[in-house]
């Protein structure tokens, strides 16, 4: 008989923010005594290996999500990419039935990875997408998210439910057709009082090319600035790799501990406005300077909306310059919620027998 529930936690492969904001979910399945299963693709599931080495790994089909080189394309490659992404739904969902079965899996935390769940246990959805904005075709693309999350059992948000809030328009729509629970914002990062050693820290993740467009971006920008620059590619491998460009100092990845300290090391964040990294600079009071993913709609909604906010400014990648971070004493920076969530209570779905 088994003593403990077993909670498969299984983050989509986009980027390092769906995987990064499931370490303190899956930190809090420890503490709460459920043996915890980790389950994705790519770099995402190197990420959560490295931090949790010893919990059983599984890897799932890859979604193979790329961005268009030029933003006007976007869309269009999503579309052109869509056969493909079907098929490995498909595909993870048999992958999914396996591993439930082979390990007596009790409960599936599904972080925007549209077919992990399974009919016989409870599944729940993470995301802070509840409308998915996507321009003129908005209607749809929310439409078929959300035919997506009432499979699943339940639809964890990460935010506040009132004000102030980070997701915006995003994460507040009125859902009835499955319980929606607002847990507030997730971070494995802590707030800590340390010496300022790096004027800017640049923070680069998300899927190819534009990931690699905007790190060159970056590393030509500042090969003249006087100031002392951190950057950090996003790209997990099996070593952790320095190099050095000028002022600039660059590494491949950092593990939890090892960003929590920088970034609470350095002054300035410079960094996609992807919802992880807001939650994150959120958490450690933090002023950012945005340059959202170009063609990506979310991204670029919730840089304006912070923008207009007077919280943190931001440009499109193709205007970026040093003058534009003379903006930033203007803007107020990212600021802690107080939100505590009941773990315990929020676990009990897996507790039913």
Known sequence: MKSNKRILVAPLNW???HAARCIPIINALKANKFEVYIASDGIALALLQKEFPELTAFELPPYNITYAKKAKHFKLKLIQDSPKLLKAINQEKKTIATIVKDHNIDGIISDNRLGAHHKD???????????????NTT????????K????????????????????????HVMMYDIPIKYIGPLSRFKSEDRPIKYDI?????????????LETLLLDTFKAYDGKV??????????????????????????SSELNNIINESDLIISRSGYTTL?????????????????????????KRLTDLKIVPSCQQNEFTIEKLMEVPQFSGLRAMDYEVNFKKLFSLFQSE
């Open 15 to 17: 980027g390092l923010g």
């Open 121 to 135: 246990i409870p599944c729940v959805f993470i995301t802070h997408q509840l409308q998915v904005l996507s321009g």
């Open 139 to 146: 209607w749809i693309s929310t439409k078929l998210h959300q």
């Open 148 to 171: 997506v999350i009432k499979r699943f059992n339940e639809c964890w948000v990460p935010d506040n439910l009132g004000e102030p809030n980070l997701s915006g328009k995003l994460g």
């Open 201 to 213: 820290l640049a923070l680069i993740s998300g899927p190819e090319p534009q990931r690699s467009m």
């Open 230 to 255: 951190k950057l950090v590619r996003g790209i997990v491998e099996d070593e952790q790799r320095m190099t050095q460009f000028g002022s600039i100092s660059v590494c491949n990845f950092m593990t």
């Open 279 to 303: 939650m994150d600079l959120a958490k450690l009071n933090k002023k950012a300077f945005f340059i959202p993913t170009p063609g990506q709609f979310e991204q670029k909604y919730l840089a």
